[in-house]
């Protein structure tokens, strides 16, 4: 059984930062990419930040230039760096690693969410 375990969350000013990390266990053995996702109150998740096996990322307009996600050369652990925060940076933050499969996009993993509160 895949298990994804974010750690990090919490409450920062805004600029402030925060470093968000996903680490997957269980039987995942090709991963295809990793990434972040986040939904606030009432909103539709969005995309935040991926990262494909061959390295490639895909960034939100909205977090360009302000967070950097990476992975570990085991390509089990994910991480977030959140710089520059803002209050609309607020949501349920949720991690996301895609098993590669032969045919069809792939199988998607997500872990519990957590939470991340910018506010003076």
């Known amino acids: 059984q895949v298990q994804l375990v974010e750690s990090g969350g919490g409450l920062v000013q805004p600029g402030g930062s925060l470093r968000l990390s996903c680490a997957a266990s269980g039987g995942i053995f090709s991963i295809k990419s990793v990434g972040w996702y986040r939904q606030a109150p009432g909103k539709q998740r969005e995309l935040v930040a991926a990262?494909?096996?061959?390295?490639?990322?895909n960034y939100a307009e909205s977090v360009k230039g302000r967070f950097t996600i990476s992975r570990e050369s085991a390509k089990k652990t994910v991480v977030l760096q959140m710089n520059s925060l803002k209050p609309e940076d607020t949501a349920v933050y949720y991690c996301n690693f895609v098993e590669r499969v032969l045919i069809g996009p792939g199988i998607d993993y997500w872990g519990q969410g957590i939470q991340v509160t910018v506010s003076s």
């Open positions: 990262i494909t096996s061959g390295a490639s990322t």
